[in-house]
């Protein structure tokens, strides 16, 4: 819900992943039955189809992406797939929302696919994922939760994300602290490691790479849950109590003006110059891109990751859960062949090797334990809080972009120190009224 946070991260935040059990070849005769009214678009003078597959990845990312584009190209001779990196959001929803779109197949995130398939931008995949078998079972459940609406499938997820905590184990050992294991011990390691020297935070216990996720990650490790069945719960006991955790012992410590000065000074997300890489703040809550990231811009760093402390014994293991997203456009005018190459990509061997190019957990549990991963330190960690019980994902409804609005505000003043948690969601409970297509 709250990523760019996860755009910046598994980019974007930031993702990852020709495949094994799934068809890298023409169009089946089944899938073309299976999308029967769909246009199948032109071919060209060599009568291949041309595709474009517009992603929200750059850099790197992009890279890493368009050798995979080149393997398909490579393994048959019906489709060409032409790869276009733009990360404008924006620009993405005008040409969906258009008459004829620019695009066949695109990406982003879990808990967008509510909101956009009840606009009708999107196309049912179900009688595509039947035709070319693909085991959704095979998919993290908490995943693929975000993946439907009333009832049919519009997008997959290629990759998944958890948060754990993260902690400098130089700065841990200098202060004789051991990585903490409950919230106590959480809140009082956040208060040791946070340094004020002449008026100014040096130094800060426990940061926060995008405050709406990690509020609403710890809601969940203290019980609470942000989605009902009924529609958005924001008031729950235990996310008020998880904010109110966070106010008392991250923010009140220091001041609301010191914190927002600490941040505004932040180097760049994800640089050597990025407040944990660089050692300016000593644990923080993030996802496991961050394995990778450290491997390349802070190599020399110490560092450990852990399960995030749970308020009780019986949410051990409390984590949120989001995915980066395959879908394709209800008005792309090549829908048949989109449906293949998107297959193609989330099969294991091209979700294998996109996610690990990127350093984010594949989708399939299959690839899951791959030996693959095995050289980005920790990544385990992260993979096992993907499949807990206590693995939480954020609800995927037609609401959920204005809500998502209204937390990030009421978050905004609750880190500000403007409002107290349970000010701060009432204001959210008064807007929820007013929310489109609930």
């Known amino acids: 819900m709250f990523l760019k946070d996860e755009r910046r991260s598994a980019m974007h935040h930031t993702l990852n992943k020709t495949r094994r059990g799934l068809v890298a070849g023409a169009v089946t005769v089944a899938t073309v039955a299976a999308l029967a009214g ?14 474009t597959f517009s992603y929200l990845w750059g850099g790197e990312e992009a890279k890493a992406l368009e050798e995979i584009i080149a393997d398909f190209n490579a393994s048959q001779d019906e489709i060409v797939v032409k790869g276009v990196s733009s990360p404008d959001t924006q620009k993405q929803l005008t040409s969906m929302s258009s008459s004829k779109g620019s695009f066949d197949i695109s990406d982003n995130f879990g808990n967008s696919v509510g909101a956009w398939a009840s606009k009708g931008i999107l196309a049912p995949l179900d009688d595509a994922i039947a035709a070319e078998k693909i085991d959704v079972d095979d998919f993290v459940p908490s995943a693929m939760e975000q993946m439907t609406y009333e009832g049919k499938t519009y997008a997959l997820p290629i990759a998944i994300h958890s948060f754990q905590l993260l902690y400098n184990k130089t700065l841990l050992d200098e202060a004789g602290i051991t990585p903490p294991t409950t919230m106590d011990e959480l809140a009082a390691a956040a208060k040791a490691l946070t340094k004020v020297e002449g008026g100014r935070i040096t130094q800060l216990g426990l940061g926060s790479a995008n405050d709406s996720t990690t509020l609403t990650t710890l809601g969940f490790a203290f019980g609470g849950s942000w989605d009902g069945a009924d529609g958005p ?19 009140e410590p220091v001041g609301a003006d010191k914190m927002a000065a600490f941040v505004s000074g932040q180097g760049e997300y994800l640089s050597a110059q990025d407040p944990f ?54 008005n792309s005018q090549h829908k048949e062949e989109a ?7 989330v099969g294991e061997e091209p ?16 690839v899951a334990g791959s030996d693959a991963y095995s050289d980005l330190k920790d990544f385990s960690v992260w993979a096992d809080a993907a499949s807990s019980p206590n693995a939480r994902s954020l609800a995927s409804k037609p609401y959920s972009a204005e809500y998502a609005t209204d937390l990030a505000t009421a ?7 403007t409002a107290t948690p349970e000010k701060a969601i009432a204001t959210v409970e008064s807007r929820m009224a007013n929310y489109s297509a609930k």
Not at 38 to 51: L, M, P, Q, R, Y
Not at 411 to 417: A, G, K, N
């Open 38 to 51: 769909c246009s199948g678009g032109d071919a060209g003078a060599d009568g291949k189809t041309e595709i």
């Open 233 to 251: 719960t924001p008031a729950e006991p235990g996310n008020l109590q998880a904010l109110e955790w966070y106010q008392q012992n991250v923010v």
């Open 277 to 330: 890489f660089s050692g300016r703040v000593a644990m923080i809550i993030d996802g496991e891109w961050r394995s990778a990231s450290a491997a390349k811009v802070a190599p020399e760093l110490d560092w450990g990751v852990t399960a995030i402390p749970a308020a009780t014994p019986a949410l051990a293991g409390s984590t949120q859960v989001t995915s980066s997203t395959l879908f394709i456009p209800a």
């Open 339 to 345: 449906a293949t190459f998107l297959a193609y990509l």
């Open 351 to 366: 979700m294998e090797k996109f996610s690990l190019a990127l350093g984010n957990l594949p989708a399939r549990t299959s």
């Open 411 to 417: 978050f905004d003043e609750v880190v500000r120190l």
